[in-house]
């Protein structure tokens, strides 16, 4: 199976409709990324491996070699997916030039295809000097974590006219500048469907609407490795309690000396 393109991803929605929903995962790990890939459109080094991997309380504090590291993971353990990489909150924001250096770093880092950064109307001109110069980039609109000291926290956003109307010409001035497709998070869903049907472009919907041109989650709460996740989360799977039965036979084993077994030793000719 040859690898997708981002073309191939942008050309899934033609004259606004999307026959096929965009399947899109976060990976974070080569392992991760081979098993998830013969399911998925698109995987995402998502910056939310602050906490997922690193324990950290936001995403704030987590580095363009965070990034550079786990995309290069991902796309040695990948073969068909799309890989997307976060742009870390602090390397892209300044200005168009300083996003050019932190992409081309990502992407120069791990062979990724695109990268993804958070902001609206403000993000435009930065998203058209990338395209303009190479690097597919991917919007996210809405509930954007990276500006949780802005936002005062991780509500669904959408709720007033205003914000709502602020979501759909953010979206908007994304997709003119070139963006290849958009995550739209934490939304009420009249907003997300409102925001699908104003741009040409795929929306990526998470916490957001069935109605989206795809949809993304967090693989590990998708799994059920958390106990807290957000309501938009559905978990497929009880994967904490599945390492915390492993771990507690393991111990039991090891305590009472049953393991190593014969199987796991070697004995001499
Ligand atoms: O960092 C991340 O995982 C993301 C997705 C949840 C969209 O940005
Ligand atoms: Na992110």
Redesign the pocket.
Known sequence: MKRLTVPAIRARKVEGVTAEPIV?L?AYTARQAQLLDPHCDML?V????GQ?IYGLPS?IPVTLDMMANHAAAVVRGSYHSVVVV?MPFGAYEASPEAAFEAAATLLKASNAAAV?L?GGAAMAETVAFLVQRGIPVMG?VGLT?QAVNVLGGYGARGRSDAEADKIVSDAKALCDAGAFAI?V?GVVEPIAIAVTEAVSCPT?G?GASAQCDGQ???TEDMLGMFERVPRFVKRYEDMAGLISRTAETYATEVRERSFPGPDQTYQPK
């Open positions: 899109m976060t995402l998502g910056d939310s491996l997922v995403t976060d993804k958070e996210h974590p995550v998070e990526i998470i993304v989650l967090v």
